[in-house]
């Protein structure tokens, strides 16, 4: 059973929606739904002056239209899947600890922050600060995962201190900046100042980057972890080959600034091994 | 002395039953740069484990591993470990991963059992990267990463342990010695790669066969004397028919009742197929083990199917 919800007028100030959840849906009729309050702007308002709302509220929930100004979709989420046929707004999947979120198109800054569970998928590109602490926070995300088959913006995994993001395509400054703990793997190229503050966790990238002088040089292996995570990113679609798998990698220990526990790898050579 | 009815290929199955236990199992997959070195390791991981009686666990390699059949996409060794309590089975994989598989160049260590009960066995022997080790957790299982002199060793936290079957065994009665190992090493040779199975003494046979209880007050189990050629007409009860010079025993542990009847049943027909005179099996008057396992019905045509 799955709930359509269909943008029929646009927002012209964002609409922050958070009650767009499968819990939150559940056992609700379309009227009912057409009737939670949502904040238009400064304003309530009612969900049903933006969306025409067909189907019977289950575990999914399908959100079709340009929703770049739709705030909060799949916030605090425990369970259930949502599919944004689109592109979605700002802090999707804030605070969310389980389910699935599906974004065929691009998604805004503040993908699951502090987001303790579940899994987020971003087709397109997203915006800064996936999977970060909100500011003045000390901890990102804390559990997950958050693909994004496009490129991500900066300050991904911002203070993250668990969990998984990947990005297939390029990630932007600061990527893993504050990292407590977690992984990031990077497909395409790193931004400026990677790891900055970093304490332990690892960031992975295939392509060369520019790496802080506050880290050092380790050495170059071929580490059995990536050939568990890698596989298993490409099980999830991401394009993962198995020179990459079976690569040599430069390790990078740093932030010396920090505890100087966490790790950067880098693909030297993606021969395999003789 | 049960009289021999059923034949197969000429060879006396005697109407008796293997006397099995109730143990507890769990299936270590080690991996390496090469097929050598997981072997090196799962061959060490595996020594002294032949009995119970006197090793703490039975261990045996149940299989070779291609690449592609790993979790980490290199060749591999599936190990079974057995031992007769979930305890005991956590230490003694503590013990032999630790000292036998972490030791051993280039490898890696994953539970091989999807199983509700489990022991902490990485999650133990991560305290060797003295706060150097790090985790990760790859689709909700954690695994270890200790730093080590190549590199590092890559551990689950966690391994799946189930309830399993110890004891399960065959004996094969042969002219003399020669033509006995021929049909112990055919009976092996046949029992091997059976799924779930492993078979733990050297080459997989066993000569020194044992009773429970010894006529010395410090040793409860003695040699079993019923067999022993040498003892045919001093011990009270032998079991050896005219002709029988050589006893040679498998010992089968198990997953499952299902993969030690299959053992026995492949060893019972390549063993008569390489000439034995009798096939038997040992057992201890039924009253300690929980599983008691006869040949013939493996053998009749509905159980025939291996």
Redesign the interface.
């Known amino acids: 059973m799955t709930f359509d919800l269909t943008l029929h007028t646009a927002p012209a100030v964002p609409l922050e929606a958070e009650v767009l959840t499968p819990a939150r849906l559940s056992g609700l009729s379309a009227l009912e739904t057409a009737k939670l309050i949502v904040v238009h702007g400064n304003q309530s308002a009612e969900l049903g002056e933006f969306f025409r709302i067909d189907g019977v509220s289950g575990e999914e929930i399908h959100l079709t239209g340009d929703l770049r100004r739709i705030k909060m979709v799949g916030a605090g989420m425990t369970s259930g899947r949502i599919v944004v046929h689109g592109s979605a707004g700002m802090h999707l999947g804030a605070g969310m600890s389980g389910g699935e979120i599906v974004v065929e198109g691009d998604a805004g800054d503040w993908v699951g922050p502090e987001m303790t569970g579940g899994r987020i998928v971003i087709r397109g590109n997203a915006g800064h600060m996936v999977g970060a602490a909100y500011r003045g926070g000390r901890v990102g995300m804390r559990g997950g995962e958050i693909l994004v088959f496009g490129s991500a913006g900066n300050e991904v995994g911002s203070g993250m201190r668990?969990?998984?993001v990947a990005i297939a395509g390029d990630s932007g400054d600061f990527t893993g900046v504050n990292l407590l703990a977690g992984?990031i793997v990077v497909l395409g190229r790193l931004g400026q100042r990677t790891g900055a503050g970093m304490r332990?966790g690892?960031i992975v990238s295939m392509q060369p980057a520019e790496i802080l002088p506050t880290f050092t040089f380790a050495c170059t292996?071929?580490?059995?972890?990536l050939?568990?995570?890698l596989?298993?990113l490409r099980g999830l679609g991401l394009p993962v080959n198995d020179a990459q798998?079976?690569g040599c990698y430069q390790r990078w220990c740093g932030d010396a600034i920090e505890l100087n526990?966490g790790?950067v790898l880098l693909l030297e050579d993606a021969s395999p091994?003789r | 002395m049960t009289s021999p009815e059923l034949r197969l290929n000429g060879t006396a199955v005697v109407d008796t039953f293997a006397e099995a236990f109730a143990m507890w199992g769990a299936r270590v997959i080690i991996t390496a740069e090469t097929p050598d070195w997981a072997r090196a390791a799962a061959q060490s991981m595996t020594g002294f484990a032949t009995s119970i009686i006197g090793c703490k666990c039975e261990a045996g390699i149940e299989a070779e591993l291609p690449a592609g059949d790993t979790p980490d996409g290199r060749p591999g060794v599936s190990v079974l470990l057995f031992s007769t309590s979930a305890e005991g089975v956590g230490k003694r994989l503590v013990e032999r991963v630790g000292q036998c598989v972490m030791t051993c160049p280039s490898t890696a260590c994953f539970n091989g059992l999807a199983a509700e009960e489990t022991v902490v066995v990485g999650g133990q022997l991560r305290y060797f990267g003295d706060r150097f080790q790090m985790s990760k957790l790859i689709a909700g299982r954690r695994l270890w990463r200790v730093p080590v002199m190549d590199g590092e060793f890559v551990v689950d936290e966690r391994f799946g342990i189930q309830p399993a079957v110890g004891g399960g065994n065959i004996l094969i009665l042969g002219r003399d010695q020669a033509a006995t190992l021929r049909a112990a090493e055919a009976a092996i040779g046949a029992m091997r790669g059976t799924p779930g199975a492993i078979f733990p003494f050297p080459g997989g046979v066993v000569r020194s066969g044992s009773k429970p209880k010894s006529r010395y007050s410090f040793l409860f189990a003695s040699t079993n004397e019923a067999y022993c050629p040498t003892l045919r007409t001093v011990a009270a009860e032998s079991q050896l028919p005219e002709g029988v010079g050589c006893v040679l025993e498998i010992v089968i542990d198990g997953l499952d009742l299902e993969a030690v009847e299959t053992a026995m049943r492949r060893g019972m027909h390549a063993a008569a197929a390489a000439g034995a005179l009798q096939i038997s099996a040992g057992n201890y008057g039924g009253g300690l083990g929980q599983y008691h396992i006869a040949p013939r019905p493996l053998l009749e045509p509905a159980g025939a199917a291996t």
Request: proline share 14%; hydrophobic share 25%.
């Open positions: 668990r969990g998984l992984t332990r690892t292996y071929r580490p059995v972890i050939r568990l995570y596989p298993y798998v079976q526990r790790e091994p």
